[in-house]
């Protein structure tokens, strides 16, 4: 095919900073259609998304699909959109590319996974930080044999947004399903299976809810707590056991104070033969490596990224490094439909394992005990 038609179901500040980019960078791909929840101002959509040309503009994705037929489209949408609308674009035969967490639960994600499966079609999950290059060396190091069996896997992924309140949508369970969990947990989730490869085989967990009475001091509830209503979790704390036997424990939070570091990602990987760190805020990454026999960290030089210091300048591009180029998960995605490919990778299956680990997790809190997460 000479262009790859893409259409955007849910245009937002995300797509306008991660999918966007990649979009207008590579030069087989063209944005034929857009649909948002209200009308736009067709000016201004063509300016931002069609490089001066006039481009479509829907309020109902399904008409949008039918009418301008795209070869794929992007959903980043609230969470609650992300089955219905991806589940019509694949009915449809229209490649697919939704952000995370992939669904409400881990029965619409199977659903979604295996309808692409089934029609050959490219089903992207977006878990953009595997395109960190950091994080990439870090999955080397470990499947050579760096720090040998693993052993313990402790990760965390925090933001300090929630702290003036609820944000917005994801702050909704009828909205997003899981809030904090969802949203930064199943990075962090897909993250740590990325590196090393262990699959998760049960958790046990505790999630909070910080409520806000007008008036009243502030409550630090179980997110299960009546009060809480529609509210979702602003913190969760989860231990994990592997398949391997290795041991996790993790903590995801949108309650976390951050100053420069805006958003802070850590995973460390404990082995029989020593330890990695990697690190990711919006002032830097880095990864090092502590050896068995060593008294001292070896740090890694790793292209492409900017090494992390603890004081600014802050630069969200620091933290999700790749944004700009050909490693950008969009961009691949594209020339993947382009050159006919029948695989991607994170997929729609990728998105559907940090799911049941999400929905094992939620499980878990709810009834206070260890719950075994379910097989693909």
Not at 177 to 202: K, R, V
Request: with cysteine; aromatic share 8%; glycine share 10%.
């Amino acid at each position: 095919m000479s262009k790859v038609r893409i259409g955007i179901i849910g245009p937002s500040w995300w797509v306008d900073y991660w999918h966007l980019p990649a979009l207008l960078a590579h030069p087989d791909a063209e944005i034929v259609a857009l649909c948002a929840s209200k009308p736009r101002d067709p000016g201004a959509v063509a300016e931002k998304y069609g490089s001066g040309k006039e481009i479509p503009m829907y309020t109902d994705y399904c008409q949008m699909m039918d009418e301008v037929k795209p070869d794929g489209v992007i959903v980043c949408t609230p969470n609650v959109v992300h089955h219905p609308a991806t589940m019509e674009a694949l009915k449809r035969g229209i490649h697919v590319n939704t952000e995370k967490p992939v669904a409400m639960n881990a029965t619409e994600a199977r659903e979604m996974a295996k309808t692409a499966a089934d029609n050959g079609l490219l089903g992207m999950c977006n878990f953009p930080y595997r395109s960190n290059p950091a994080a990439q060396k870090m999955k080397q190091l470990i499947a050579e044999g760096f720090i040998g069996d693993v052993l313990h896997v402790s990760g965390q992924y925090h933001g300090g947004f929630g702290l003036s309140g609820s944000p917005n949508w994801r702050g909704s369970r009828s909205q997003s399903g899981s809030g904090i969990l969802g949203d930064l947990g199943s990075h962090l989730i897909d993250l740590a299976w990325y590196a090393t490869g262990e699959d998760f085989s049960s958790v046990t967990t505790s999630s909070m809810t910080v409520i806000r009475p007008e008036g009243s001091p502030l409550l630090k509830v179980r997110s299960e707590d009546p009060r809480v209503g529609d509210r979702n979790d602003d913190s969760c704390a989860f231990l994990a056991e592997f398949k391997s036997g290795a041991q996790g424990i993790f903590h995801t939070s949108w309650v976390a104070f951050q100053a420069t570091y805006v958003q802070h990602q850590e995973l460390e990987v404990y082995g029989m033969a020593g330890r990695l760190r990697f690190l990711a805020t919006h002032t830097g990454t880095s990864l090092k490596a502590l050896k068995v026999g060593e008294n001292r960290w070896e740090t890694f030089s790793i292209e492409d990224t900017v090494a992390h210091t603890e004081i600014g300048p802050d630069d969200e591009d620091f933290f999700r490094p790749g944004r700009l180029n050909g490693v950008n998960n969009t961009y691949r995605w594209v020339s993947a439909i382009r050159d006919g490919a029948k695989t991607i990778s994170p997929d729609l299956t990728d998105g559907l394992r940090s799911q049941l680990v999400i929905d094992a997790v939620i499980e878990a809190s709810a009834e206070r005990k260890w719950v075994d997460v379910l097989p693909l």
